[in-house]
């Protein structure tokens, strides 16, 4: 990096200071490798110092730049997700990336994302030394500060999130806020007067900070109750978000944080505006808001696939092995459909309706479908996950971690109950057929390709096992929102005060409102998890891809089927085995761990954290064999 450059670079007076400029500042000081940006920015900063004339003149450049371009936009929404709207979002983003839009003049923001090469330069900024941004920002800074700005910012941030706080969703879920004094409305009157003041105090500002976030939590906590909706997710979010930045800004213009926290702000700032046509990042931030959404309302649901001691494990037991037997006949229907050769549509359909009247009927006796449990315990899971983080700002995940292992342990009763009944009852139902009708209950053709769909190795058996885990845990998101609907409109309040309703059944439609209010998510996951598992097929053939699903119950009982049919080598039967193993084992894994993703996801940790409740589990696991 030579003088000669920089001049030509940043100081012609003939360059005027526009996104242009900067991008061309950027470019020559964007480095070939992330981890240089540091060193290079130090090399830039010692050129400035050894030459004050050259430094006069880029600091001259640069505080045009900011006059023509003012800050206070970038301030008060950099890096913040306003957006209310998925879809939308989305579509908008797209259209970003293919068709950028055009830098409007005074716009920073737009400005920056001109000036800013997306694919390179958000990794390098990553990992840009505060130090190094700290020593810049001495250099850059105006004489006169940022200071009008600033405030300017805090404005803006005070008056939105006092929009935020008189949102319809959320004053239904705070009804005080129309009669008692509502701090979202006093905190930008507070604002308003403190930044006037010569000598601004902001500790009353703070402390309706601190009410406004005590609103949030209580309306969360009240969402968890009574439910939530997508608007009032979103409003809450944004509501956060303005308290973490109105704090920011009020550190900026009390001048209370130091250099390095300075140029973290900043570069986040910064970061923000690379990502503001980020697909990903989008996704990312929508993800989250929908776990938070679909986990919000944990009811009892997931409770009852916990088994926390030894007598609740064998009830557990004979609760999946009653479903075992009930199983054996689906699996039988199943075949029975399929031997009628319907066209593709009508056959899905009834393979669905099948497993659905199927799951119903077993979960309104009580009983138990193994690989179930994770996916219902989703709500569970994450309603476990401690909100607390300690000094260094790590979660404390022993609740959750507690919670997997009484999970794992249930469903490995689950699958146990569930093999050693569907299996005999398989073969005790295809003896007695073939003792009334003279034929199996399943073909020789049938019952060869039903082996060869249990052949972990030369089929795609484990492949459509995963599939069937995606399935199971779609379904217990499934569950939770129908239950979380159910609880927001008040369905159950709906139906006792419907006059037809009372017409019809009386005093009846007291009992049809309490089973509504605590099964009706149960049974809309049991009915959406019939009908993926009977339709997944289907799509496969219409798109020509192979897609199909292997569940660990109905497998054991196709197994005893095809047994029974064609009395299988030692070998294969060995074989076979090893397969319904390996499908019951990946099935849990997938339902288990998408759910303990959805679950720590929706708290807003990482793979991290994921990866700490592994080590967690396999510590207690290690403990407990030595033991």
Not at 173 to 195: G, I, K, S
């Amino acid at each position: 990096m030579s003088v000669e450059d920089l001049i030509t670079t940043f100081a012609l007076q003939q360059t005027p200071a526009d996104g242009e400029w900067l991008g061309r500042c950027l470019a020559l000081l964007r480095p070939s490798r992330p981890q240089d940006g540091s060193r290079l920015m130090k090399q830039f900063l010692d050129v400035l110092e050894q030459c004050p004339d050259l430094r006069e003149r880029l600091q001259r450049a640069f505080w045009t730049f900011l006059e023509n371009n003012p800050v206070r936009s970038l301030l008060a929404e950099g890096d913040m997700h306003l957006e209310r709207s998925l879809f939308a979002s989305l579509a908008g983003r797209c259209l970003g990336k293919v068709l950028p839009p055009a830098p409007r003049a005074g716009s920073l923001q737009d400005q920056l994302r001109s000036a800013l090469d997306q694919p390179r330069d958000g990794a390098w900024l990553e990992n840009l030394d505060e130090e190094v941004v700290a020593r810049a920002m001495r250099i850059f800074t105006p004489p006169q500060g940022l200071h009008l700005e600033v405030v300017g910012a805090l404005d803006i941030v005070s008056h939105r999130l006092a929009g935020q706080g008189l949102e319809r969703e959320v004053l239904r879920q705070a009804p005080e806020l129309h009669v008692q004094l509502n701090p979202f409305l006093e905190q930008a009157r507070e604002t308003a007067r403190m930044v006037h003041e010569s000598d601004p105090d902001d500790q009353h500002l703070q402390v309706l900070l601190n009410q406004c976030q005590e609103v949030v939590l209580k309306v969360r906590r009240r969402a968890r109750r009574d439910g939530t909706s997508m608007q009032l997710t979103y409003a809450l979010a944004a509501a956060e978000q303005s308290i973490a930045r109105l704090r920011s800004l009020l550190d900026l213009a009390l001048n209370r944080p130091g250099d390095q926290q300075r140029a973290r702000f900043l570069l986040d700032l910064c970061l923000g505006e690379i990502r503001r046509h980020s697909v990903r990042d989008l996704m990312r931030h929508h993800l989250g808001l929908l776990a938070l959404r679909v986990t919000h309302h944990a009811g009892e649901t997931g409770h009852h696939y916990i088994a926390e001691n030894r007598a609740q494990l064998l009830k557990l037991f004979f609760s999946a092995a009653g479903a075992g037997g009930i199983v054996a006949a689906m699996a039988l229907i199943k075949i029975e459909i399929a031997a009628l050769h319907l066209p593709l549509f009508f056959q899905c359909f009834f393979f669905g309706l099948n497993y659905a009247l199927g799951f119903v009927l077993i979960h309104l006796l009580g009983f138990t479908v193994a690989t179930k449990q994770p996916a219902m315990t989703a709500a569970t899971l994450a309603a476990s996950l401690s909100e607390d983080w300690s000094v260094r700002g790590n979660p404390d995940l022993r609740g959750i971690t507690e919670k997997c292992v009484h999970t794992l342990r249930s469903q490995a009763v689950a699958i146990l109950g569930n093999v050693l009944l569907s299996l005999p009852v398989a073969v005790l139902i295809s003896w007695m057929w073939y003792a009334q009708f003279g034929v199996t209950a399943a073909s020789a053709s049938k019952a060869a390709t039903m082996l060869h769909e249990l052949d972990p190795v030369h089929s795609l058996a484990l492949l459509h096992a995963a599939l069937a885990g995606v399935g199971l845990f779609l379904s217990g998101l499934f569950s939770g929102y129908v239950d979380n609907l159910s609880a927001y409109y008040g369905v159950s309040d709906r139906l006792r005060h419907s006059p037809l309703l009372r017409r019809l059944l009386g005093q009846r439609v007291q009992v049809w409102a309490g089973y509504a209010n605590s099964e009706s998510g149960a049974l809309a996951g049991n009915v959406a998890l019939g009908f993926y598992l009977g339709g997944l097929g289907g799509v496969g053939a219409i798109f020509g891809l192979p897609l199909d699903i292997r569940h660990v119950s109905f497998a054991a009982a196709n197994l005893g089927y095809a047994w029974h049919s064609l009395g299988p080598a030692p070998s294969v039967l060995a074989l076979s085995l090893l397969g319904v193993a390996l499908i019951g084992l990946v099935n849990l894994l997938v339902s288990f761990g998408l759910a303990l993703w959805l679950a720590i996801r929706a708290r807003g940790l990482g793979w991290a954290a994921i990866g700490r409740v592994g080590k967690q589990l396999w510590a207690r696991n290690s403990d407990y064999c030595v033991r």
